[in-house]
């Protein structure tokens, strides 16, 4: 590769990471997020009681409809509405469970979008618990519904059957090198 070729692959390299949907924030967006998803129970065992799934391999079923009827807490229903059913959420909605500096952390980290009339929040990936890990995976539709196959490079989701089993037969253990 010449050097003109290496300076366009490492321009295009940035613009692509620069227009990914999550981003890097500072180390209290992150402590935020976390706290928040702690304390709605936005995890692998709590969101699978709520929703009856399975296991996280079902979470790709879930409607708005069954966020609604689920009885479980205005934080946890509002968080699986924005990152497991992939919908719009009213700001007035949204502003009863998040207050500003969370809701901050969140738009900061990408994890939150403002939608086209700034009246409502969407969540421009896909993000659910898996194996201890919260993972951030592309949406396979844009928030208004359409196909979002145009993207050149996709981050499918870790919850498919056959990865959820490969995570079960990881060991939980440390190993030591030889």
């Known amino acids: 590769m010449t050097k003109s070729q290496s300076e366009i692959a490492s321009r295009t390299d940035r613009r692509k990471f620069a227009s990914a949907p999550v981003r ?44 609604e009827r689920a009885e479980i807490s205005q934080e946890l229903s509002v968080l699986a509405r924005l990152f497991l059913a992939l919908t719009f959420v009213p700001r007035a909605e949204l502003e009863r469970v998040l207050d500003q500096t969370s809701t901050n952390s969140f738009v900061s980290l990408g994890l939150l979008c403002h939608g086209e009339s700034d009246d409502n929040f969407y969540s421009p990936v896909f993000l ?51």
């Open 24 to 67: 890097m924030g500072t180390a209290q967006d992150f402590a935020t997020v976390s706290r928040v998803l702690h304390e709605a129970s936005f995890d692998e065992k709590s969101i699978c009681e709520a929703f009856g799934l399975g296991d996280m391999s079902d979470v790709g079923r879930l409607t708005t409809v069954d966020v």
């Open 128 to 178: 659910y618990p898996v194996g201890g890990f919260l993972i951030a995976s592309d949406r396979m539709t844009n928030a208004d519904g359409s196909s979002n196959s145009d993207m050149p490079d996709i981050v499918f989701p870790a919850i498919y059957r056959g990865t959820l089993q490969f995570l079960r037969l990881l060991p939980t253990t440390n190993a030591r090198a030889q």
